[in-house]
């Protein structure tokens, strides 16, 4: 079967490797994504009334996600190093979801894609661990990047 997609992560020799974005301009670049975590109906109604026993679940959440955003290449071994300039985690209950939505920016020569999808995994995860005692049914359901832009190809939008 023939590869039709770019295989810019490979070397000629089939490696894994960094891609090179030296040649490219910085521009503003915009990335955002979201997760959606099942919680119980009995939890879903604990982290509305701020009763969860470990403390306040959603800033919880909210930092580890923010923090997350910092160390993606830490974490994705061929991830650029980038100066990010915002970052912003949101995270609204509604009904037995919870659902976290990330803003990423920077000036640089490549996308913030992954950051703003580690800020979700990562807030999700943080929840799950605050909510785990109460809830062993907890699941993380998808995460998903819903917009960016910068950039060569511009601006793009998930459908709804």
């Keep these: 079967m023939e590869n039709t997609l770019p ?21 503003l670049r915009e990335a955002r994504a979201q997760a959606i975590v099942s919680v119980s109906p009995q939890v879903a109604a604990a982290l509305r009334d701020n009763r969860v026993p470990k403390g306040d679940a959603l800033a919880v ?34 009904g037995n979801e919870v659902i976290l939505r990330s803003t990423v920016k920077c000036v640089e020569r490549t996308g913030v894609e992954m950051e703003a999808l580690t800020a979700v995994t990562v807030g999700a995860l943080a929840l799950v661990d605050m909510l785990k005692g109460v809830d062993r049914q907890i699941t993380l359901r998808e995460a998903f990047v819903t917009y960016k832009s910068g950039g060569r190809s511009g601006t793009w939008e998930r459908e709804s």
């Design 7 to 27: 295989m810019n992560h490979l070397n000629e020799h089939g490696e894994a490797r960094m891609v090179d974005v030296s040649a490219k301009n910085e521009t």
């Design 61 to 94: 959440a909210r930092i580890a996600g923010i923090q997350a955003v910092k160390r993606t290449p830490e974490l994705l071994p061929l991830a650029h190093p980038l100066g990010i300039t915002y970052v912003a985690l949101d995270i609204t209950s509604e």
